[in-house]
């Protein structure tokens, strides 16, 4: 049995979104988490070591961060074909995208949404690096495997979707970014993280 320990609107939302593009037979237990804003708190449903998500647990086995966790359940649903198998000339690709994605773009938009892009030039050109080739990519486009949308595009429209104010100006981020919003499966996604958010407000 699969059960993901998921926070809404946080980094395993993305997982979420890929759990229905999968198709996948995943139970998604809500918790809470500590946010950066000080709010929230450790759960202590959550087998997270650290407290945090996405904790995917698989009869028994526990598997967190993001990548890892979405390499996993990729690999669980080939029949979906988000992903590619280990013969594939294709698979190398599809690795350095999710690993960039969560080692380079992720801190790179960070660093710009702190302002060391301001005051340090290395932090910028990591920034700039990082949208470069990002753009480069979509230029061949639509997704960043080319034609095929992959866990791939999973990972970075996640990531581009929260950092829309620090990203610079640009029809292909755009089009892109409206492209995966228009999927059934991120929208099926998206409600269900609403729909858990209005219950607990009400």
Partial sequence: MLTLFHAPRSRSSRLVWLIEELGADC??????????????????????????????VHD????????????????????????????????GPLLTWICWAA???????????????????RARERYDAAITRLLEALWVGPCLMGDEFTVADVMVGSTLAWAGE???????????LGRLRARPAHQRAMARDDGMIRSEAA
């Avoid at 966790?69 to 029949?79: D, F, I, R, W």
């Avoid at 620090?166 to 892109?176: A, C, E, Q, T």
């Fill in 166 to 176: 620090h990203l610079p100006d640009s029809p292909l981020l755009d089009d892109y």
């Fill in 60 to 91: 028994g086995a526990l598997i967190t961060e993001s990548a890892a966790v979405a390499l996993y359940l990729t690999g669980l649903h080939p029949e979906a074909g988000l992903g590619f198998p280990p013969e594939s000339p294709h698979r």
């Fill in 103 to 121: 080692g380079e773009l992720e801190p790179a938009i960070w660093s710009k949404a702190a302002g060391a892009t301001d005051a340090d030039p």
């Fill in 27 to 56: 139970r998604i237990v809500y918790c809470d988490i500590q946010r950066m804003d000080g709010t929230g708190a450790r759960d202590p449903r959550n087998p997270h070591p650290d407290g945090k998500v996405p904790a995917l």
